[in-house]
């Protein structure tokens, strides 16, 4: 079974500055990682996601993450924030596309 | 392409009744999965369809949870004798075929158990 920890469950930052969301998980089986985000009252959109190739990967809205298969980890980065970038943001594994294993998310909170 | 849509969208009901949500998927997309959220956690998983067969169902589906997909297109999810515990946000999702993992979700249907 695959299961995804996200530490931090809120991250407050200033506009313009970096951010990191953590996230790490655990499986036996090679896994497939994405990163979801959600807006206040609207559904999940995926942000990125790895799947194989490049262990860094690049998504929607400036966004990236890196794939760290030693440490287990795929961390979500940004290189400076904005206000509309406050949402709830989900780490999610799925070994066979079968399903996705949701973190417990992490609650982005950007202030001016 | 209209995306996967739910109704409805937010449900009160008394303790004790039953309640049915549905969802349509993106069309042609051949699988479709319902997910539970509650305040503070991420997206729970299910159960899932493959066209109108139910593969998977998680363990926190009980007796009182039935999905059906009858011709492998639109969903319901039957809650029966409802109780505080189900309030939740409903999530549905679909995948179609040549995927690379992607879910597409609804927004969703917020159930209030009084």
């Known amino acids: 079974a695959q299961s995804v920890t996200q530490l931090d469950s809120q991250v407050p930052v200033f506009e313009e500055a970096p951010v990191e969301l953590r996230c790490n998980y655990s499986s036996s089986v090679s896994v497939y990682l994405f990163w979801y985000v959600q807006y206040p009252n609207q559904g999940l959109q995926l942000l990125l996601k790895y799947l194989s190739g490049s262990t860094l990967v690049k998504g929607i809205n400036g966004f990236e993450a890196e794939f760290n298969k030693s440490q287990t980890s795929f961390h979500l980065r940004k290189p400076s924030v904005h206000i509309s970038d406050t949402a709830e943001y989900f780490c999610a594994v799925s070994a066979s596309f079968q399903k996705l294993v949701f973190g417990t998310g992490t609650r982005l909170l950007v202030s001016p | 392409d209209t995306g996967v849509s739910q109704d409805p969208r937010h449900k009160i009901t008394k303790r004790g009744q039953n309640v049915t949500f549905r969802c349509d998927p993106i069309?042609?997309?051949?699988?479709l999965y319902w997910y539970r959220q509650t305040l503070g956690q991420g997206p729970e998983f299910l159960t899932y369809f493959q066209n109108e067969a139910q593969l998977e169902k998680s363990r926190l589906l009980s007796d009182r949870f039935s999905a059906e997909r009858p011709k492998g297109s639109f969903s319901t999810l039957e809650i029966q004798r409802t109780e505080q515990g189900d309030s939740a946000m409903y999530l549905c999702?679909?995948?179609?075929?040549?995927?690379?993992?992607?879910?597409?979700f609804g927004e969703g249907s917020r159930l209030t158990v009084l």
């Open positions: 999702a679909s995948l179609g075929q040549g995927h690379t993992g992607e879910l597409f």
């Open positions: 069309s042609e997309h051949n699988r």
